[in-house]
Nanobody
Framework: QLQLVESGGGLVQPGGSLRLSCAAS????????IGWFRQAPGKEREGVSC????????NYANSVSGRFTISRDNDKNTVYLQMNSLKPEDTAVYYC??????????????????WGQGTLVTVSS
């Protein structure tokens, strides 16, 4: 069974950090681009970041650029999202997903691949 599992979410104070992980089972991630997406309460799902299969190309939403870093370790079959300087507006359920490339990463509805179940990130004092 092809599956992505996100982990690493939780409650953190503003200005804090978290590292999310996206681990694959049943298949290898090394031939896929991986996107991170988030959905805040009452809002539409939005693209946060994307990394190419090689890891050489990364993309970030303007709202997280300079604070979040996406990376991948194909040996561990895992993609990470390091989130620093977190803000209350970063509160959301975060999802990872696969696609052939990052071309469609800005439109979650067009990111056609396997999706994880999400991990909740809450930024609050």
């Amino acid at each position: 069974q092809l599956q992505l599992v996100e982990s690493g979410g939780g409650l953190v104070q503003p200005g804090g950090s978290l590292r999310l992980s996206c681990a694959a089972s049943g298949f290898t991630l090394d031939s896929y681009a991986i996107g991170w997406f988030r959905q805040a309460p009452g809002k539409e799902r939005e693209g946060v970041s994307c990394i190419s299969s090689s890891g050489f190309t990364t993309n970030y939403a303007n709202s997280v650029s300079g604070r979040f870093t996406i990376s991948r370790d194909n040996d561990k079959n895992t993609v990470y999202l390091q989130m620093n300087s977190l803000k209350p507006e970063d509160t959301a359920v975060y999802y990872c997903a696969t696609d052939k490339s990052c071309i469609r990463w800005g439109n979650p509805d067009m990111f056609l691949g396997t999706w994880g179940q999400g991990t909740l990130v809450t930024v609050s004092s």
